[in-house]
């Protein structure tokens, strides 16, 4: 049962790129490929999605996505920043005509005061229109949970910006 709610969200966001006859690419750090894989999940995905890349480490970011140096050295990879410059770089490097970005700390280390575990930032630009929104999860939750509750949060996000676009 839960891998058939789970799907309604992908469904959603697949019949709107296909009506729209839009491309989506997907650039994952914290999530780890698993938007990605959500969004494959549903048989004829290959007519809405592009490339995708999983940008774990910073120099990753820099080389695929052109996340600039700067920015990651002031803000962190785990920023609002990082993530409008991740989804403005694949965009750039794909040509799709919507990108989104995953970046966060699943923990169970890594976290500080201003981003403790459990904060994420995902970013979705629709053709010229950024947006970034920050999530503060439950910083208890397990690792591989925390990357699911990313996973959720970021397609959720997507799909709400998708509807008002």
Not at 28 to 55: K, P
Not at 85 to 94: F, I, P, Q, R, S
Not at 114 to 137: A, E, H
Request: glycine letters at 8%; proline letters at 2%.
């Amino acid at each position: 049962m839960f891998y058939l709610t789970r799907l309604k969200t992908e469904k959603k966001i697949a019949s709107i790129l296909r009506k729209k006859n839009w491309q989506l690419s997907i650039a994952e750090s914290c999530t780890g490929g698993l938007v990605s894989s959500r969004m494959t999940d549903l048989s004829g995905s290959s007519e809405y999605i592009t490339v995708n890349f999983v940008t774990y480490s910073n120099d990753a970011k820099v080389k695929y996505l052109g996340v600039n140096e700067t920015t990651l050295k002031d803000y962190g990879a785990v920023s609002s920043q990082t993530a409008e410059e991740m989804v403005n770089g694949l965009a750039k490097k794909t040509g799709c005509d919507v990108a989104l970005a995953t970046t966060g700390i699943a923990g169970p280390t890594g976290g500080s005061e201003t981003k403790p575990v459990g904060t994420v930032f995902v970013g979705v630009k629709i053709k010229q229109t950024v947006v970034v929104k920050r999530f503060n999860l439950n910083p208890s939750y397990s690792r591989i949970r925390m990357k699911r509750k990313f996973t959720k949060h970021a397609l959720e996000f997507l799909l709400e910006q998708l509807t008002n676009s």
